[in-house]
């Protein structure tokens, strides 16, 4: 499998989100409380707009422009019967984030 690096660690210092565009995917890296990193797809399944431009809240993240609401972590949209967003690999290599570039299945 393929990884590119997409962002540091210090990247994340004051923040717990950032969203990326790659090869025309949007893909977020998120830092969990724990430290680790997880990367998930932050494209809507609606309108393909950025969720991590709207309100997050106990890892729900909700679309800002129809409200569509997801789980960061699992990829699952909660209020929509809607295509699960893809989640990506994550490897960090002493402070580069790393990512796959095809989603896991």
């Not at 923040?15 to 969990?32: C, E």
């Not at 909700?62 to 019967?81: A, M, Q, V």
């Not at 960090?92 to 990512?99: A, L, P, S, T, V």
Request: proline share 3%; net charge neutral.
């Amino acid at each position: 499998m393929d990884f590119i690096k997409i962002a540091t660690i210090d990247d994340f210092n004051d923040r717990r989100i950032k969203s990326f565009s790659i090869l025309g995917k949007k893909i977020g890296i998120v830092k969990r409380e724990d430290g680790r990193f997880y990367a998930t797809e932050v494209g809507c399944k609606h309108q393909g707009t950025d969720i991590t431009q709207g309100k997050i809240e106990n890892n729900i993240a909700t679309c800002p422009r129809h409200e569509w609401n997801y789980n960061l972590e699992s990829g699952e949209c909660l209020n929509h019967d809607s295509p699960r967003l893809r989640q990506f690999e994550v490897k960090i290599e002493g402070h580069d984030i790393k990512i796959s570039l095809t989603p896991k299945e």
